[in-house]
């Protein structure tokens, strides 16, 4: 029974809805909008909305009311993807009776307007596909009489809207006014993007900024997007396919992007953003599918993205505002004019009961052109920002400039001052040389032509001793000379060397007036030396350089002393030692004496003349006094002579006594060392000879030999430590730098053995501090490479008991041996040398650099050790650039000592007293005469002078055999023997000729390629 009722209470559910259903289809009633004035807005709420599925309306008012019942209405239609109609009812109680009806809400492909009355149907097609009867205006004209009561169907016919219907109804008097007036406008903000476009593209060109290339596309894009919507492109061209109505939305965000990131250097302003603003810029063109063939899900892909870019894009320009980026306040408001359109969709999507009676399309069109223009302000903003930059740094500039050229200004003035100090120092150096060149041309004229008159006989034997002793006189003068400018310039690099010792004062001022007595009374002038007692019998300071002033001052005083007398006094007070040099000579004014100390001053230029010499001795002499802890002050009369007073500091030793009498002072003087020149006889002395270098070792034992001396060899410290545990040695030679262990590493194990006897260091390292090192790692002296005999005896003297003398050291032919020997060794050693530093092994450079500097000088190559030596000096001081010249330098002379064939080089500089830049000069002059005298014996020859022919070649033939030139030796023998042999043809001594001249001119080619 339960059962059945509630079948029943189903059932009678059932029917009831079933004849409800009906009965609201069949009531649909539709609201009555009222025409009252010449242009209405059609609200909302009096439209009624249809899903029309089918495509057939009816053709008449009678079937309009049935076909619409049949239809499903819709309360607010937010979105469709189909066909949607619009129905209302229309009364005209105005006295216009044409109508323009204009749905300006949503952009369709097609709109149909549909207008049934009873007497007929009206109808009208626009939209994007179709051209409408007002240009860029959907809708379509309809005729209503006054008083007339009709229905008015809008069908909607496309893939995408999503606003609600949106009319407005114009009479035919108000269409101008309102919406051709409303196209205008939409054109003039057209052209507007499009004149924006294509200004910036004119100033990209001109600028080539970025900025203006995105600013350029994004608008140009844009200005194409709304062209398609409002209509303009199918008025004008044709009508694009809908693909192309949504995609440019998307590119033109795209291309803002760039614009915003450029614009306000996003990355350092916040890479966060920089980074999500790029992502969304790929994201815009990965969509561009979907927007262009999903049309109504492009539309929401395009309204979200363009809102996303926006909002993210104003909160940059916020950012870069905050931070006093100026240009940014436009860049935000352009934004938020973009941000307008996106704002009345989302409020015509989310609450479609909002009455908005404005265009959203017409709004956005001008809220996307009111963008641009504000970002164009905004990129002129930036270049006014970028202006006043400019402006400020010119402004900066211009005082920097100002600044710099008064400096400049300054440094000039400073500049003149330095050109001006210059000048006066190039007129001292060209007064220098002059004085130079005139003092050592005067030596060198007595030297070389008395030297040239005994070789060529003009001078007979009995005058020889005396021209021999000129010779020698003048060659002192000139070492003098050269002293003195090799003294001045190490004072002026400040690296002129004292060594104080203890000494006796009394035996320098003896020998002082030994010397300057003896030249006195060759002039005529009486010298005296008065000692002011007390007197310290020993001091302690430089004796050497002490001794240079002294006789620096003593023999000014003579040179300017004409008649009268040279006086010397000598006192000592408070550890100062005080001599003073009077003379009667010319004197000078007190304006010549405040200039005497000066660098080439002598007191005036007619002095200069009068007695010569460089003027250099005062200066010297002030600045050695100064160096020993003193000075020099000085006194003149014109007329009547100048006193020179030197102080130093003369601080007296522990042993020394004072002194009171004459008495006392001569037997304190203590007899100057014997001569040396004899080779003593050290028989039965032992010598072990440690050098890795066999040329060396050679050559002193050759020098120990004629010494008696028996000679042990090692060629290195290793193995001389083998040889003193063999046997006992009276004396160790011992050089430094040497392979395996080095000499003084040597020397120190031995002295660890408790090894006492004397060992020399026998180096080519002679600065002061090197042989201090020597000495305090044991050594007992040293000797200095290259050898001199003089000091080799005197020091092994010291150390050795010698039984006698012998002649002399050793012959030519043996030199000529050893000669010959280190010549073939040093080819050697330049070829080890080239490879080494071409390899860049620097290190093995140095040390055959000091192989060769220690030797060549012992075998007359002294010229190539200077080189070598240098070399060796600049690697130790790492001067790579200075280093690099003087290797090529050195290796430029090494190869024409090694490598002139023509020359026997080492026969030539045994002939040339073992000097190799001697034999390089002699053969350059003999070049330089042996073009006249050759043209001379190949014109008598020519002439048929053979006698006088062989004069010439008689005279030629000796220098060019001395000299080692031995092709041209044997070219001049042959071409002798032919003028000898009447029988000779002109024929024969042409060919001689040829040869003669091509080696003449060969070897001149090698001398001058070398820079020698």
């Known amino acids: ?129 179709h051209t409408s009867e007002i240009a860029l205006q959907q809708g379509s004209y309809i005729d209503i009489p006054t008083g007339v009561t009709g229905t008015l169907l809008l069908v909607f016919d496309s893939d995408f809207y999503l606003a609600p219907v949106k009319v407005n109804l114009f009479s035919a008097t108000e269409v101008d006014e309102k919406l051709k007036s409303k196209s205008v406008i939409q054109v003039l903000a057209l052209g507007m993007l499009i004149a924006l476009s294509v200004y910036n593209l004119f100033l990209y060109y001109a600028s080539r900024a970025k900025a203006y290339l995105y600013f350029t596309l994004c608008s140009a894009v844009l200005a ?91 909160g940059a320009g916020i950012i870069g505002w905050r931070r ?66 400019n402006r400020r740094l010119a402004s900066s500039l211009e005082q920097k400039v100002y600044e710099r050229t008064e400096a400049l200004a300054e440094a000039n003035v400073a500049l003149e001052h ?3 100090e210059l000048q006066e120092a190039s007129s001292a150096k060209s007064h220098f040389l002059a004085n130079m060149s005139h003092e050592i041309r005067t030596p060198l004229t007595a030297i070389i032509g008395y030297a040239e008159g005994i070789l060529q006989g003009d001078i007979n034997r009995d005058e020889q001793e005396r021209v021999l002793r000129v010779i020698a006189e003048n060659g002192n003068h000139l070492l003098h000379i050269i002293s003195d400018i090799l003294d ?29 007595a003896k030249r006195a009374r060759d002039k005529g002038l009486d010298f005296a030396l008065h000692y002011h007692f007390p007197l310290p019998s020993e001091v302690v300071t430089d004796p050497y350089r002490f001794r240079q002033i002294l006789l620096n001052l003593s023999n000014n005083a003579i040179k300017f002393t004409e008649l009268g007398s040279v006086t010397v006094n000598v006192a000592w007070l408070e550890n100062k030692l005080s001599v003073s040099v009077e003379d009667t000579g010319v004197g000078m004014s007190e304006e010549k004496l405040a200039a005497v100390f000066d660098p080439f001053e002598q007191g005036g230029a007619s002095i200069a003349r009068q007695f010569g010499g460089t003027g250099l001795g005062l200066s010297i002499s002030r600045r050695l006094a100064q160096g020993l802890g003193g000075d020099i002050s000085a006194k003149s009369i ?71 001396v028996t000679v042990v060899e090692a060629e290195d410290g290793d193995i001389a430590l083998q040889k003193v545990l063999e046997q006992e040695y009276d004396l160790i030679l011992m050089d430094i730098q040497m392979p395996r262990m080095k000499g003084d590493e040597a020397t120190e194990q031995l002295r660890s053995y408790g090894y006492e006897l004397p060992i020399i260091a026998l180096t080519a390292n002679n600065m002061k501090h090197e042989i201090e090192s020597y000495l305090s790692k044991g050594f007992n002296d040293h000797l200095a490479k290259p050898i001199v005999r003089q000091d080799f005896i005197a020091t092994l003297s010291k150390y050795l008991n010698a039984k006698g003398s012998t002649e002399s050291l050793f012959s030519n032919d043996e030199m000529l041996g050893l000669v010959r020997d280190y010549h073939a060794d040093l080819l050697q050693q330049a070829v080890d040398l080239e490879h080494c530093w071409s390899a860049g092994d620097l290190q093995k450079a140095e040390e055959i650099a000091h192989r060769i500097k220690g030797a060549a000088g012992s075998f007359g190559f002294g010229l190539l050790g200077d080189k070598f030596a240098l070399l060796e000096q600049l690697l130790k001081e790492q001067e790579q650039e200075k280093a690099q010249t003087t290797y090529i330098e050195a290796m430029s002379l ?56 062989r004069l010439y070649l008689n005279r030629i033939l000796p220098k060019a055999s001395k000299l080692g030139w031995t092709r041209l030796q044997e070219e001049l023998q042959e071409l002798l023997s032919l003028v000898q042999k009447p029988t000779s043809e002109a024929a024969q001594f042409s060919v001689i000729e040829k040869a003669i001249w091509l080696e003449v001119d060969h070897l001149k080619s090698d001398l001058a390629n070398h820079h020698f």
Not at 69 to 82: F, I, K
Not at 268 to 284: A, H, K, N, Q, V
Not at 503 to 509: M, Y
Request: charged share 15%; hydrophobic share 45%; net charge negative.
């Open 894 to 949: 090494t190869n024409l000592i090694c490598n002139v064939s023509s020359v026997d080089i080492p026969r030539g500089v045994v002939s040339c007293d073992m000097d190799i830049e001697l034999l390089l000069s002699e053969l350059q002059n003999f070049i330089n005469r042996l073009k006249d005298e050759l043209e001379q014996i190949f014109s008598c020859l020519a002439r048929g002078e053979n006698n006088i022919a």
């Open 224 to 314: 194409f997007a709304w062209a398609n919507i409002i209509g303009i492109i199918k008025l004008f061209f044709l009508i694009l396919p809908e693909y192309w109505l949504l995609p440019p939305f998307l590119i033109s965000a795209a291309f803002s992007i760039l614009f915003t990131r450029d614009f306000l250097d996003l990355n350092s302003i916040s890479s966060r953003l920089d980074s999500t603003l790029m992502l969304f810029f790929w994201l815009c063109f990965v969509l561009v599918p979907i927007t262009a063939f999903a049309p109504y899900s492009g539309i929401l892909v395009v309204y979200a993205t363009v809102s996303i870019v926006i909002i993210t894009s104003i």
């Open 324 to 389: 006093g980026y100026h240009p940014s306040r436009f860049f935000v408001f352009a934004y938020c004019a973009f941000a307008i359109q996106s704002i009345l969709w989302t409020l015509a999507f989310l609450l479609p009961e909002i009455h908005i009676a404005v265009s959203i399309n017409f709004i956005g069109l001008l809220s996307s052109t009111t963008g641009c223009i504000l970002l164009s302000l905004a990129l002129a903003a930036k270049v006014s920002l970028i202006t006043g930059e």
């Open 418 to 420: 330095l050109i001006s």
């Open 488 to 516: 001045i310039s190490k004072i002026e690099a400040d690296k002129l060397e004292y060594e104080m010792q203890p000494c006796s004062v009394l035996e320098v001022l003896a020998q002082v007036e030994g010397v300057m």
């Open 1 to 129: 029974m339960a059962q059945l009722q509630r079948q029943i209470i189903y059932g009678l559910l059932l029917i009831g809805y079933l004849c409800y259903v009906p009965f609201t289809l069949a009531n649909t009633e539709l609201n009555t909008f009222e025409l009252s004035h010449t242009s209405n807005v059609l609200p909302v709420e009096d439209l009624t909305y249809f899903q029309l599925e089918s495509s057939e309306l009816p053709n008449s008012r009678a079937q309009l009311m049935s076909w619409l019942n049949s239809l499903s209405a819709l309360e607010t239609p937010q979105a469709a993807e189909d066909r949607l109609v619009a129905a209302t009812k229309l009364l005209n109680t105005t006295q216009h009776t044409r109508w323009f009806i204009n749905p300006f809400s949503p952009v369709a492909e097609t709109v149909s307007v549909y207008f049934y009355q009873k007497d007929g149907l009206q109808t009208g097609t626009s939209g994007l596909h």
């Open 638 to 708: 014109p007329g009547k002579g100048s006193g020179f007073t030197v102080n130093i500091a003369a601080p007296p030793t522990a042993t020394s006594e004072m002194l009171h009498t004459i008495a006392a002072i001569d037997d304190s003087v203590v007899a100057s060392p014997q001569d040396t020149s004899d080779v003593p006889d050290f028989s039965g002395a032992k010598v072990l000879l440690v050098d890795d270098h066999p040329n060396n070792r050679d050559l002193i034992k050759i020098i120990l030999n004629r010494m008696n």
